[in-house]
């Protein structure tokens, strides 16, 4: 079949809707929001996977904006098909066998992300308001937001678009804000204790090798 033939592989509002529920609906039972800058926070991750699966989907924003800067060198006889819409394939001219070592590597950060997610929240709900420093709080003091981020890179890796990638590094500031402002209050609940794991324990990206291994042994 010649790549003219291939038919336009978007406008399926239906799945992005689907799709886009999915996630939120994930997301949402494990990081349910409370007060209003938690709200604003999720109204941003909303707004990213929106974006991604509307490109995926919808309308392909970043093939447009591309093909309309390179014009003819755009490295795709068709680039409205949904193959040519994966950047990865199209611009590193991978088949079959690239495809699917994308589709594991991005999964498995999925996978780890929401099970990240999932065992922070089923500790701070076990807890029952009480300081949570195991699991994966042994390794980052925001366990759930590292997940929410390992999903994202995720979804990035198995679809990259111009509007998500630039959406990203803003989301990591947003969520290192309301990190900050939460240490605030955890401070004032649960005063030195907390504080002493704050000047042990990294904020997002967990500290590998001998130092970390160390330090979580004495904990």
């Known amino acids: 079949m010649h790549g003219e033939d291939i038919p336009y592989a978007y406008g399926?509002?239906?799945?992005?809707?689907?799709n886009v529920a999915l996630?939120?609906?994930?997301?949402?039972?494990?990081?349910?929001?409370?007060?209003?800058r938690e709200w604003r926070s999720m109204g941003a991750t909303l707004a990213f996977f929106v974006a991604l699966f509307t490109e995926m989907y919808g309308f392909p924003l970043t093939i447009y904006l591309l093909t309309g800067i390179l014009g003819?060198?755009?490295?795709?006889?068709?680039?409205?098909?949904?193959?040519?819409?994966?950047?990865?394939?199209?611009f590193f001219g991978g088949g079959a066998a690239l495809m699917t070592g994308i589709h594991l590597i991005s999964?498995?950060?999925?996978?780890?992300?929401?099970?990240?997610?999932?065992?922070?929240?089923?500790?701070?709900?076990?807890?029952?308001?009480?300081?949570?420093?195991?699991?994966?709080?042994?390794?980052?003091?925001?366990?759930?937001?590292?997940?929410?981020?390992?999903?994202?890179?995720?979804?990035?890796?198995?679809?990259?678009?111009?509007?998500?990638?630039?959406?990203?590094?803003?989301?990591?500031?947003?969520?290192?804000?309301?990190?900050?402002?939460?240490?605030?209050e955890m401070l004032g609940q649960f005063g030195d204790g907390y504080n002493r794991y704050r000047e042990k324990t990294p904020m997002f990206l967990p500290k590998w090798g001998r130092q970390g291994i160390t330090e979580r042994k004495e904990a």
Not at 23 to 34: D, R, T, V
């Open 72 to 90: 003819s060198n755009y490295p795709a006889l068709n680039p409205f098909s949904h193959a040519s819409g994966h950047l990865w394939l199209t």
């Open 107 to 184: 999964n498995l950060f999925v996978i780890a992300g929401f099970a990240i997610m999932w065992k922070g929240w089923k500790l701070i709900h076990g807890a029952k308001g009480g300081l949570v420093t195991e699991g994966p709080y042994a390794y980052v003091r925001h366990p759930q937001y590292s997940g929410l981020f390992l999903v994202m890179v995720g979804m990035l890796i198995q679809w990259p678009t111009l509007i998500t990638a630039l959406m990203f590094p803003v989301l990591v500031y947003v969520y290192y804000r309301l990190s900050k402002r939460e240490e605030r």
């Open 23 to 36: 996630f939120a609906f994930f997301i949402l039972s494990f990081l349910a929001p409370i007060k209003k």
């Open 12 to 18: 399926f509002w239906s799945l992005v809707i689907v």
